[in-house]
């Protein structure tokens, strides 16, 4: 690798909080530029590289797409040998026919001739944030983006819209970090509504322990501290809150742009998260713990950040119904 381009890779390691957007069991390789294991790199490769692979003789491997999990989301990934694609790269620090753009944040820009523009990651956690926000579905999860879209991304990061479910990271708290989910998740809402505001009385999930008393574990006492917040805001805001809510009602609730809280068998002890919307085939969440290893009594990677978070939709029912019949559910449901 020459010189320019081990001084750009050092750059961004440390600017930016990069987030391999990689298949289970693949790594981002920084002097290739894509996910690789040793064996195999994969992509979105650039137009010019599949172009070169075609030329080469490689044929349909060069278009061939496989599935892979990327944290927890199935992706259609090319998938090339390590070697080949190191080949077909060229040796400028961005892949042939990208160029590095201050405009795109740094990033690897490709000019399409007839077709839309894209840039290439590793993107940022707050980037991949910012996408999840803006509904950017299971591109989100590839290193692939339209270049319009990242702009979008870009705008979003300046200015969050307003109805945006804040995070927290329990193990952050002062008070008890591996039992407070619930009071972290609770902060993320009363954040959104504009009940707490931590610039004013501090980290939101601490404040509201010293104020509300504590953990506030059970349905009863977590909608009390809601509503105690809201009433306290002066917002005739409460929380819907019940220990026989459904599927269905959760469903609706997420459909209808409301956000919820369930408890649920993520962990023995059971655990507490933020529930933002529904695809119809995974639950978006903010988890308060990491990322769910999406086993019921499960555990967590809690290295990885929890927000945006997608688990699947058999393995998260499962955890938050006892009965098997879907209508147990410990559910509160937020207006924003």
Same mark, same amino acid.
Not at 148 to 169: D, G, Q, R
């Given at each position: 690798?020459?010189?320019?381009?081990?001084?750009?890779?050092?750059?961004?390691?440390?600017?930016?909080?990069?987030?391999?957007?990689? %298949?289970? =069991?693949?790594?981002? *390789?920084?002097?290739?530029?894509?996910?690789?294991?040793?064996?195999?790199?994969?992509? %979105?490769?650039?137009? *010019?590289?599949?172009?070169?692979?075609?030329?080469?003789?490689?044929?349909?491997?060069?278009?061939?797409?496989?599935?892979? +999990?990327?944290? #927890? &989301?199935?992706?259609?990934?090319?998938?090339?040998?390590?070697?080949?694609?190191?080949?077909? /790269?060229?040796?400028?620090?961005?892949? $042939?026919?990208?160029?590095?753009?201050? $405009?795109?944040?740094?990033?690897?820009?490709?000019?399409?001739? @007839?077709?839309?523009?894209?840039?290439?990651?590793?993107?940022?956690?707050?980037?991949?944030?910012?996408?999840?926000?803006?509904?950017?579905?299971?591109?989100?999860?590839?290193?692939?983006?339209?270049?319009?879209?990242?702009?979008?991304?870009?705008?979003?990061?300046?200015?969050?819209?307003?109805?945006?479910?804040?995070?927290?990271?329990?193990?952050?708290?002062?008070?008890?970090?591996?039992?407070?989910?619930?009071?972290?998740?609770?902060?993320?809402?009363? *954040?959104?509504? #504009?009940?707490?505001?931590?610039?004013?009385?501090?980290?939101? %999930? *601490?404040?509201?322990?010293?104020?509300?008393?504590?953990?506030?574990?059970?349905?009863?006492?977590?909608? @009390?501290?809601?509503? &105690?917040?809201?009433? /306290?805001?002066?917002?005739?805001?409460?929380?819907?809150?019940?220990?026989?809510? &459904?599927?269905?009602?959760?469903?609706?609730?997420?459909?209808?742009?409301?956000?919820?809280?369930?408890?649920?068998?993520?962990?023995?002890? =059971?655990?507490?998260?933020?529930?933002?919307?529904?695809?119809?085939?995974?639950?978006?969440?903010?988890? %308060?713990?990491?990322?769910?290893?999406?086993?019921?009594?499960?555990?967590?990677?809690?290295?990885?950040? =929890?927000?945006?978070?997608?688990?699947?939709?058999?393995?998260?029912?499962?955890?938050?119904?006892? +009965?098997?019949?879907?209508?147990?559910?410990?559910?509160?449901?937020?207006?924003?």
């Amino acid at each position: 690798m020459n010189i320019k381009k081990l001084l750009i890779t050092a750059c961004l390691l440390m600017s930016t909080n990069v987030m391999a957007l990689c %298949p289970d =069991g693949t790594s981002f *390789d920084q002097n290739l530029g894509f996910c690789a294991n040793g064996v195999d790199a994969f992509g %979105p490769f650039t137009n *010019d590289m599949v172009d070169d692979c075609i030329s080469a003789g490689g044929g349909s491997a060069c278009t061939n797409t496989y599935q892979y +999990n990327v944290q #927890g &989301t199935t992706i259609d990934v090319l998938r090339w040998s390590e070697s080949f694609t190191n080949n077909l /790269r060229g040796d400028n620090d961005c892949p $042939t026919g990208t160029v590095r753009s201050s $405009t795109y944040g740094g990033h690897c820009f490709e000019n399409v001739n @007839n077709g839309s523009n894209n840039v290439y990651g590793n993107f940022s956690q707050t980037e991949v944030d910012a996408c999840n926000r803006l509904n950017g579905g299971t591109a989100c999860y590839t290193n692939r983006w339209g270049s319009s879209f990242y702009l979008s991304v870009k705008a979003e990061i300046a200015n969050p819209s307003a109805a945006a479910v804040p995070y927290y990271n329990q193990l952050n708290n002062y008070y008890d970090p591996y039992g407070t989910c619930s009071v972290t998740s609770l902060a993320m809402i009363t *954040d959104m509504s #504009g009940f707490t505001n931590p610039s004013v009385t501090g980290r939101s %999930p *601490d404040y509201l322990y010293e104020e509300l008393g504590g953990v506030l574990q059970t349905v009863p006492s977590l909608a @009390n501290g809601y509503n &105690t917040m809201a009433i /306290r805001a002066g917002s005739s805001k409460r929380a819907n809150s019940k220990t026989n809510g &459904t599927f269905a009602e959760l469903q609706q609730a997420l459909a209808s742009g409301k956000v919820a809280i369930v408890h649920g068998w993520f962990t023995n002890p =059971g655990h507490i998260m933020v529930v933002t919307s529904y695809d119809g085939t995974h639950y978006t969440v903010n988890d %308060p713990f990491g990322k769910w290893n999406q086993q019921k009594w499960g555990s967590y990677n809690s290295y990885v950040s =929890g927000e945006g978070q997608k688990y699947a939709k058999a393995a998260f029912e499962y955890a938050i119904n006892d +009965n098997g019949q879907g209508n147990d559910l410990w559910l509160h449901i937020f207006d924003k």
